[in-house]
C-alpha cells in the first residue's frame, strides 16, 4: 500500500512539475525547438539550470522586441546581428517568437556570428531542420565580419549576450562601423581593464586619492568590472547613441547583470568624450584609449 501511495505521489509530483514547466513557456514557443536547444528535455521537462537560462533569454526578448517592431514599422524589414552567438539560444528563440511570424520573412534576418566551427555547423543544421530560411550562421571573427560581404553595410541590431571581457568591446566597434540603429548588450568576465589598473596602480596611487578605490586586489576586481561598463557608456555616447542601464534579470539567476542598451540619435556628445578621456587619464588607463576610441572631431 505504502508503495503505490509513493509510486502516486511521483507520478503526481511529475505531473506537476511538467505543467509548471509549460506555463514558463512564451504562448507561440515551439517546444520542438526547446527540446533541440537542450533547454527542455525529450519529455518536455526542465532543470533548474535550463529555467534559469530561459528566463533570461525571455526577459532579454522583452526588450528587444519592441526594438524589433520599431525598425520593422519604419523599413517593413528588420535585420539583427548576435555576436559570440554560441549555441545561439538568443537567435533561435528571437526567430521563432518575431520573426517567423512576418508578413514576408524572407526579407528579414538574423546573422549569428561565432568563432567555433563545430557550433556554427550545428546552429545551420538546426535552422536547416526547422526551415528558419531567415537565419544566417557565420564563421568569422568580430574584425572579419566587419568586412564580410556576408553581411549588410547597415546593421539594425546588434546583440551580444554574455561576450566576455573584450569581446563585448569588439561588438561595440562592429556596430559603430555598421551605423547600427540599437545596440543591446550584456557584458561578462571584464578582466582587461583590472589588468591596466594593476599594471599602473603605483603611480596613479600617488596623485589620485579615488585610487583606493581599486588599492587592494578584491577592489580592483570589482572596480574594473564597474569602470568598463561606465567606459562603454561614454564611448556610445559620444558616437551619438542614447544609453539605458539596467539589470537583465534578479541577482539570484546571474552576477552578469547588466543589460546596456543604446539607440542612435545622431551627433557626437563632445562633453561625453571629454569624460572618458578624463577618467582613461585619472585613472592610468590611457592605454585603453584605442579601445574606447573616440569619434572623428
Given at each position: 500500500m505504502?508503495?503505490?501511495?509513493?509510486?502516486n505521489?511521483?507520478?503526481?509530483?511529475?505531473?506537476?512539475?511538467?505543467?509548471?514547466?509549460?506555463?514558463?513557456?512564451?504562448?507561440?514557443?515551439?517546444?520542438?525547438?526547446?527540446?533541440?536547444l537542450?533547454i527542455l528535455?525529450r519529455?518536455?521537462?526542465?532543470n533548474?539550470?535550463?529555467?534559469?537560462?530561459?528566463?533570461?533569454?525571455?526577459?532579454?526578448?522583452q526588450?528587444?522586441?519592441p526594438?524589433?517592431?520599431?525598425?520593422?514599422?519604419?523599413?517593413?524589414?528588420?535585420?539583427?546581428v548576435?555576436?559570440?552567438?554560441?549555441?545561439?539560444?538568443?537567435?533561435f528563440?528571437?526567430?521563432?517568437?518575431?520573426?517567423?511570424?512576418?508578413?514576408?520573412p524572407?526579407?528579414?534576418?538574423?546573422?549569428?556570428?561565432?568563432?567555433?566551427?563545430?557550433?556554427?555547423?550545428?546552429?545551420?543544421?538546426?535552422?536547416?531542420?526547422?526551415?528558419?530560411?531567415?537565419?544566417?550562421?557565420?564563421?568569422?571573427?568580430?574584425?572579419?565580419?566587419?568586412?564580410?560581404?556576408?553581411?549588410?553595410a547597415?546593421?539594425?541590431?546588434v546583440?551580444?549576450?554574455?561576450?566576455c571581457?573584450?569581446?563585448?568591446?569588439?561588438a561595440?566597434?562592429?556596430?559603430?562601423?555598421?551605423?547600427?540603429?540599437?545596440?543591446?548588450?550584456?557584458?561578462c568576465?571584464?578582466a582587461?581593464?583590472?589588468?591596466e589598473l594593476?599594471?599602473?596602480?603605483?603611480?596613479?596611487?600617488?596623485?589620485?586619492?579615488?585610487?583606493?578605490?581599486?588599492?587592494?586586489?578584491?577592489?580592483?576586481?570589482?572596480?574594473g568590472?564597474?569602470?568598463?561598463?561606465v567606459?562603454r557608456?561614454?564611448?556610445?555616447?559620444?558616437?551619438?547613441?542614447q544609453?539605458?542601464?539596467?539589470?537583465?534579470?534578479?541577482?539570484?539567476?546571474?552576477?552578469?547583470?547588466?543589460?546596456i542598451i543604446?539607440?542612435?540619435?545622431?551627433?557626437k556628445?563632445?562633453?561625453?568624450?571629454?569624460?572618458?578621456?578624463?577618467?582613461?587619464?585619472?585613472?592610468?588607463?590611457d592605454?585603453?584609449?584605442?579601445?574606447?576610441?573616440?569619434?572623428?572631431?
Open positions: 505504502k508503495s503505490a501511495i509513493k509510486q505521489s511521483s507520478a503526481s509530483q511529475s505531473a506537476q512539475r511538467g505543467s509548471h514547466d509549460k506555463h514558463e513557456v512564451r504562448p507561440g514557443q515551439s517546444i520542438e525547438l526547446l527540446k533541440e537542450h528535455t519529455d518536455g521537462k526542465m533548474q539550470d535550463s529555467r534559469r537560462k530561459l528566463k533570461q533569454v525571455y526577459h532579454l526578448y526588450f528587444i522586441e526594438l524589433l517592431q520599431e525598425v520593422l514599422d519604419e523599413k517593413k524589414s528588420v535585420n539583427l548576435d555576436h559570440g552567438a554560441g549555441k545561439s539560444y538568443l537567435g528563440i528571437l526567430y521563432d517568437l518575431f520573426f517567423k511570424g512576418l508578413d514576408q524572407h526579407s528579414s534576418c538574423i546573422y549569428g556570428i561565432e568563432t567555433r566551427d563545430e557550433l556554427v555547423a550545428r546552429s545551420r543544421e538546426l535552422a536547416a531542420r526547422l526551415t528558419f530560411t531567415g537565419m544566417q550562421f557565420l564563421n568569422l571573427s568580430v574584425a572579419e565580419s566587419s568586412q564580410s560581404s556576408d553581411l549588410p547597415q546593421i539594425d541590431i546583440t551580444a549576450l554574455h561576450a571581457n573584450t569581446a563585448t568591446d569588439d561595440i566597434d562592429f556596430a559603430l562601423k555598421k551605423k547600427a540603429r540599437f545596440m543591446v548588450l550584456v557584458p568576465c571584464q582587461e581593464v583590472a589588468a594593476r599594471k599602473s596602480k603605483n603611480d596613479v596611487v600617488k596623485s589620485n586619492p579615488l585610487s583606493e578605490m581599486w588599492r587592494h586586489p578584491i577592489h580592483t576586481r570589482e572596480f568590472s564597474q569602470i568598463t561598463n567606459l557608456c561614454l564611448q556610445l555616447e559620444s558616437h551619438g547613441y544609453v539605458r542601464v539596467t539589470e537583465l534579470v534578479g541577482w539570484e539567476h546571474s552576477m552578469k547583470n547588466e543589460l543604446a539607440e542612435y540619435k545622431g551627433g556628445n563632445m562633453r561625453s568624450a571629454q569624460r572618458l578621456s578624463e577618467i582613461l587619464h585619472s585613472t592610468g588607463l592605454g585603453l584609449t584605442q579601445r574606447f576610441f573616440l569619434p572623428v572631431k
